[in-house]
């Protein structure tokens, strides 16, 4: 039988939890043997407790900045979250927004999510190096609260930037 796999472009209908199959549309593979999606590699883990950790200092450090995006920040915050690459950590900057997106991407617990919002405008510009200030990880990636990230989008920029050292975008 094929694999099924989630899809970019389902991920960002509906409000619920992203790990709600009847939200996510699914794909036969496109080949007739048999693909499993790649792991997600250092993904938060499990503590004895039950609580999610997160390594100290992620390989992505992602920068979204938002301002009134109620309407779209789930539809990306899911996109983030299918990613075949977990070894990421989002820095979420609202620019004062007055519409529910910082409380609509709260719902989203997930230790990789930092939520950065001090209810001021101070433009994108300056929120995206508010971001490089607050980036822990090893490169950083951009994204807006209107994107959508296909599943393997971190993994082969990562891939690519590891293998082409003399590249710096």
Known sequence: LPV??????????????????????????Q???????????????????????????PMISIALSMHNAAATIGCALRSLLLQTCGDWELLLLDDGSSDDGVERAQRFADVRIRIVSDGRRRGLAARLNQAVDFARGHFLAR???????????????????????????
């Open 4 to 29: 099924q796999r989630p899809t970019a472009r389902r991920a960002c209908q509906g409000e619920g939890s992203i790990f709600d199959a009847k939200r996510l549309e699914t794909k036969p593979a």
């Open 31 to 57: 080949s007739r043997s048999i693909r499993r999606q790649a792991p997600v590699r250092n993904s938060p883990k499990l503590t004895a407790a039950g609580q999610m950790t997160m390594p100290a200092q």
């Open 143 to 169: 994204m807006d609260a209107d994107d959508v990230a296909y599943p393997d989008r971190l993994e082969r920029q990562l891939a690519f930037l590891q293998a082409n050292p003399e590249i710096d975008l």
